[in-house]
């Protein structure tokens, strides 16, 4: 059975990094073909797709974040990472981490961590 | 950019059809999936590829999708079933695109 479990800070001040891992069990990063993606939810909000790593290393982000975001992944620990720079309140939300087949399609996600931006 | 919309909620009586609409322009085109989240909860997909369930999903889940609209269908709803649906497709020039969702009430 494939689980994903996020792991990070629970709270960042303005202006600083935003830093989550994701550590996969079940599977493997490594030679998959599957879109390893993190999601958030603001707030009382609706689902926002962050971005998503694949095929050994190649990115996606959405154009509306990408300038502050960058996926990373380590094969060796099975973990792939989300790095959101210059984070305000409205990046207060519940990050995701899920896996994307064919579609892609999220069929497996982590339980989400809430992460709130205050000073 | 692309946008799904999808109305904020629907309400239908237990035992009946509930139908929620996901739309776009040339949706048809495209796969779309849908995720049925609870309160607390993780999204779990009930449709992908327009039309697939999942094993595990009720029967009583389908979905279509044809010119500019996609279709969510819970036959025979159920109180279990009430939650929030986002459907979801991938856009070439957007990325992964969710709708805003839409909060289905069984009374």
């Known amino acids: 059975q494939v689980q994903l479990q996020e792991s990070g800070p629970g709270l960042v001040k303005p202006s600083q990094t935003l830093s989550l891992s994701c550590t996969v069990s079940g599977d493997s990063i490594s030679g998959s073909t599957y879109y390893w993606s993190w999601i958030r939810q603001q707030p009382g909000e609706g689902l926002e797709w962050i971005g998503y790593?694949?095929?050994?290393?190649?990115?996606d982000y959405n154009p509306s974040l990408k300038s502050r975001v960058i996926i990373s992944v380590d094969t060796s620990k099975n973990q792939f990472y989300l790095r959101l720079s210059s984070v305000t309140a409205a990046d207060t939300a519940v990050y995701y981490c899920a896996r994307g087949s064919t579609g892609p399609t999220f069929d497996y996600w982590g339980q989400g961590t809430l992460v709130t931006v205050s000073s | 950019s692309y946008e799904l919309t999808q109305p904020p909620s629907v309400s239908v009586s237990p035992g009946q059809t509930a139908s929620i609409t996901c739309s776009a322009d040339k949706l048809g085109d495209k796969y779309v999936c849908w995720y049925q989240q609870k309160p607390g909860q993780s999204p779990v997909v009930v449709i992908y590829?327009?039309?697939k369930r999942p094993s595990g999903i009720p029967e009583r889940f389908s979905g279509s999708n044809s010119g500019n609209t996609a279709t969510l269908t819970i036959s025979g709803t159920q109180a279990l079933d009430e939650a929030d649906y986002y459907c979801q497709a991938w856009d070439s020039s957007t990325g992964v695109v969710f709708g805003g969702g839409t909060k289905l009430t069984v009374l």
């Open positions: 790593i694949y095929y050994g290393g190649n990115t």
């Open positions: 590829q327009d039309t």
